[in-house]
Nanobody
Framework: QVQLAESGGGLVQAGGSLRLSCAAS????????MGWFRQAPEKEREFVAA????????VYADSVKGRFTISRDNANNNVYLQMNSLKPEDTAIYYC?????????????????????WGQGTQVTVSS
C-alpha cells in the first residue's frame, strides 16, 4: 500500500499563496488517482481537488475553482496543490489521499469513501 506524506503548509496572509506537496512511497504511484481534502475545526472533511492517474483530468470543488491547481509528477511520486488568492475560509488541515477507483463521475473523484490511503495532513492558516 502506498504511504503519503504532506508538506508545505504554514501561515499566510489573505491573498497570498502556498504550494502543498505530497510524497508517495511504498507503492506504484501512477496507478492511483490522487486527491486533496481539507478539514476545518468542527467541520467535516471536504473535497478540494483530484487528479487522474495520468494527470489528464482534474476536478475541483467550486469553492477553490480558479484559485487552486492540482498537479502530479509520476516520475518522482509527488502530487501538488498550488493555492493562490488564499482566503481565511481556506484555513484547515489539508490531507492528501490516494484512490484505486476507476469511476468517471464527479462523485468518483470527490467522495471520501473512494479513497483508500491518507496522509497525516498539513496545517494551512490564512490570516485576514
Amino acid at each position: 500500500q502506498v504511504q503519503l506524506a504532506e508538506s508545505g503548509g504554514g501561515l499566510v496572509q489573505a491573498g497570498g499563496s502556498l504550494r502543498l506537496s505530497c510524497a508517495a512511497s511504498g507503492g506504484t504511484f501512477s496507478i492511483y488517482r490522487m486527491g486533496w481534502f481539507r478539514q476545518a475545526p468542527e467541520k467535516e472533511r471536504e473535497f478540494v481537488a483530484a487528479i487522474s492517474r495520468s494527470g489528464g483530468i482534474t476536478v475541483y470543488a467550486d469553492s477553490v475553482k480558479g484559485r487552486f491547481t492540482i498537479s502530479r509528477d509520476n516520475a518522482n511520486n509527488n502530487v501538488y496543490l498550488q493555492m493562490n488568492s488564499l482566503k481565511p475560509e481556506d484555513t484547515a488541515i489539508y490531507y492528501c489521499a490516494a484512490s484505486l477507483n476507476r469511476g468517471l463521475t464527479y462523485a468518483d473523484y470527490q467522495a471520501r469513501g473512494r479513497y483508500n490511503n491518507w496522509g497525516q495532513g498539513t496545517q494551512v492558516t490564512v490570516s485576514s
